[in-house]
């Protein structure tokens, strides 16, 4: 490709210099459309200059089926494109973060997985475990290579196997997913990642769209299978843009530094705690306050309290659900992972994406999915929850909301890292419990937690929710009650409701209480602390 004086856009089929393109990452200047990008390409793309040694390059031609054709095949494509095989693998600096890399080559057979394939993501896993080095590998694969048979399905399970030991040793793996990543790749290392990104509109799955069309009989949708859709599907973190990804890469890897783990903190920071003083009102009203439309969202929090808030999506599963959203970000130059239940104020429109921050089982799903990432590299975990309750319609009870409450609060439990959940609005029953399983439990002094609405508990029990305020009164739902019933730790003060205008002072008690929680919790065992509060109930 080098060689190229010149490259036509395939969609808007304008001609271009390639070494115009090539300043503009390889994207069409017309339409935008991503075109392919050979794998050293890639590797300039992203190293610090000099900084790339290659690995496993003489490994041999490997024929089990002894088909000659295939053999010559394999020549031609070698002498064609000087490529050795279809992934380059080796050891790269980005940013100065020391990685081991692959990138996967479309040029070499359609980036397809023969054992060479799975041999050399193999040992680029097992090298980057004993040298202890994240592994960010660029996927871009028409899948398993029909050519070496079964011996090409054998290199999923072994690559993901060795996937399995470097997350096993705490260390971040990153899959870039470019056009297309399709079939036995996608079904191993490409999907299995800690963090899964994407560029825009590159087809990703599993059986290609047209074996799905002859196998059902159905036209598919525009969009079907792209990084957008597997996105809001669930299956993707994040879809980036080209030029965007080397510091987006650097970031992850800044983050997730071994030198930045919380436990590795041994400091104190200042803090300065203010005492306060309730303001008098009817639990009615607190109600009512949590529920204003003004009132800070978890986002408003995050955007406010953290620095370099990335925002990860998907369960993995189903699909993204709005409702809840998390990600990394960092407090005070520390990382930490931030996980909210979310409500959408300013419009019939946004509160609809959000779901009226009633969690779907997808939700849940995210959030302990983040949370366990969050052990596994030693971040502490800020939870923000402002929810009616979980989502409680046919599609909740169809994929097991109840489950999945029940496996959410198991797990985070015996989470080893320090958890800390801030009521911030209402806090409403099971739904909001999900995201309530902290070493400390704060609340903002207008928000509510209770085991149900105040209307659904004057349904229930008188059968009239006109009595929703006699049921505020008498569910004890406001801070300074739960406080006494040793169900929160902390009451952060309003002088007033806090809005989105006014809330430099509640996030002045929130930076100093937050600080004071992670110098706290910076030693000891804090699974066992945690059970040992929920004992006490």
């Given at each position: ?72 095949s394999?020549?031609a ?49 097992e ?15 028409g ?16 690559t ?35 963090v ?116 990860l ?8 659900d709005?409702?809840?959203i ?21 419009s ?43 989502s409680?319609?046919k ?58 609405t ?84």
């Open positions: 490709m080098d060689g190229i004086k010149t490259r036509v856009c395939k969609k808007c089929k304008t001609e271009y210099p390639a070494a115009m393109l090539r300043k503009n990452y390889d994207i069409c200047p017309g339409c935008g459309t991503y075109m392919r990008v050979h794998a050293k390409r890639r590797i300039d793309y992203l190293a610090d200059e000099q900084k790339f040694t290659e690995w496993d390059k003489d490994l041999y031609m490997y024929n089990p089926l002894e088909d000659e054709g295939y053999a010559d394999i020549i494509t070698r002498e064609k494109n000087h490529l050795n095989e279809a992934v380059l693998t080796g050891e790269i600096t980005i940013c100065g973060y020391e990685v081991a890399i692959g990138v996967m080559d479309t040029r070499f057979m359609m980036g397809s997985m023969g054992h060479i394939v799975g041999e050399k993501v193999t040992r680029l896993f090298t980057a475990t004993r040298k202890k080095l994240p592994v960010i590998l660029f996927c871009c694969s899948g398993a290579r029909m050519q070496e048979g079964i011996i090409s399905l054998m290199q999923m399970e072994k993901a196997a060795a996937v399995k030991r470097h997350s096993e040793e705490g260390l971040l793996y990153v899959s870039v997913l470019t056009n297309p990543t399709m079939g036995g790749v996608t079904a191993s290392f490409a999907t299995i990642a800690d899964v990104l994407a560029e825009k509109n590159a087809m990703i799955g599993f059986a290609g769209p047209r074996v799905i069309e002859q196998n059902t009989g159905e036209k598919l949708p525009g969009g079907f299978q792209s990084a957008e859709f597997q996105m809001e599907h669930g299956f993707v973190d994040r879809v980036v843009e080209r030029q965007d990804l080397r510091q987006e890469l650097a970031f992850l890897l800044s983050i997730h530094e071994k030198k930045s783990s919380f436990f590795k903190r041994r400091f104190r920071l200042f803090y300065e705690i203010k005492d306060g003083k309730i303001t008098e009102r009817t639990p009615w009203e607190r109600v009512q306050i949590a529920r204003s439309k003004e009132r800070p969202t978890s986002l408003d929090y995050i955007n406010t309290l953290f620095e370099s808030f990335y925002e999506k998907g369960d993995r599963v189903k699909e993204d709005h409702a809840v998390g990600g990394v970000a960092r407090f005070r130059g520390m990382p930490v992972t931030v996980i909210g239940t979310q409500k959408g104020k300013n019939l429109e946004e509160a609809m994406y959000y779901n009226w921050g009633m969690p779907l089982p997808s939700g849940y799903r995210k959030a302990l999915r983040l949370a366990k990432e969050a052990e596994k590299f030693h971040r502490p975990i800020v939870f923000f929850v402002d929810t009616i309750g979980a409680c319609g599609k909740a009870e169809e994929e097991g909301q109840g489950q999945i409450i029940a496996n959410v609060l198991q797990e985070m439990s015996v989470l080893k890292v320090p958890t800390l959940s801030v009521v911030i609005g209402e806090g409403g029953s099971g739904g909001a419990l999900a995201l309530g399983i902290g070493n400390e439990v704060w609340m903002l002094e207008n928000s509510v937690y209770s085991v149900l105040p209307e659904g508990y004057a349904s229930i029990l008188w059968k009239d929710n006109n009595k929703a305020a006699d049921a505020a009164k008498k569910m004890k739902l406001e801070a300074k009650d739960l406080y006494d019933l040793g169900v929160i730790d902390k009451i952060i003060y309003e002088k007033e409701p806090v809005t989105t205008e006014n809330m430099d002072d509640v996030c002045s008690q929130l930076r100093a209480g937050i600080t004071e929680f992670f110098d706290k919790h910076a030693s000891g065992d804090v699974a066992a602390m945690r059970y040992k509060r929920f004992r006490k109930y």
